[in-house]
């Protein structure tokens, strides 16, 4: 079994997820965990290429299905090729967003069929999903209102209306409320001093200091 320790954070834009994942590289790194850190959809030359395909603002039309399998084409790649050799290294992974948020954004957010979405995930990942997931969550209205400040131009899904957001934030805490051992919910709306000591204690039980395991 691997040694390693797989992380994900998640949330509406504007959560914070990008600032606290390099908290907590900081946090681990601290502790004498060596970290990879990295974001979905991207992570590998492949899957950056492929994020930029869906978060371009482009003129032709990215049907919801075929949102979905590019997303998980490009978790496919950086699965095989970035987040598995890390983990069997004995690194730990953080990672901005994973397959919850395909449920989230392209299930509850899109219409897409959650039968769809678990079977992607059983064959592109049925061995492995996060020991540990912090949902950081604020109302909508303070998320877009972060986003939209530090975005000059909004990528497609930034580009969404509010009532979208509102349907991704309600799947993303069913899935908290059903699974709350690995999905802890974390109110992502207080300070970062704030946000970055509860998600530090989050982990306290996955990942002591190396060496004291």
């Known amino acids: 079994m691997s040694s390693g320790l797989f992380v994900t954070l998640e949330g509406i834009e504007g959560a914070g997820k990008s600032t606290i994942a390099r908290a907590l590289q900081a946090e681990l790194e601290g502790r004498g965990w060596p970290v990879l850190l990295t974001r979905e959809p991207g992570g590998t030359p492949v899957a950056e290429a492929l994020r930029t395909v869906l978060l371009e603002r482009a003129e032709e039309r990215i049907s919801p299905v ?7 084409a490009a978790r496919a790649v950086h699965l095989e090729n970035a987040i598995r050799p890390a983990l069997a290294a004995g690194r730990c992974v953080i990672c901005d967003r994973f397959t919850d948020a395909s449920f989230a954004y392209q299930g509850a957010g899109r219409g897409v069929s959650a039968t769809l979405i678990d079977e992607l995930a059983r064959e592109v990942h049925a061995d492995l999903w996060p020991q540990r997931t912090l949902l950081l ?12 400040a530090r975005a000059s131009t909004p990528d497609r ?6 009532d979208f957001f509102e349907r991704v934030r309600t799947a993303y805490l069913e ?6 051992e ?16 509860d998600a530090v204690a989050a982990l306290r039980d996955l990942a002591p200091k190396r060496g004291a395991r």
Request: glycine share 2%.
């Open 182 to 197: 690995r999905i802890r919910v974390i109110d992502a709306s207080r300070d970062v001093e704030a946000v970055t000591a």
């Open 137 to 148: 969550d604020l109302p909508v209205a303070s998320g877009l209102t972060r986003a939209r």
């Open 157 to 162: 899904f930034e580009a969404e209306q509010t």
């Open 175 to 180: 899935r908290a409320a059903r699974d709350p």
């Open 66 to 72: 075929a949102e979905t399998l590019l997303m998980f």
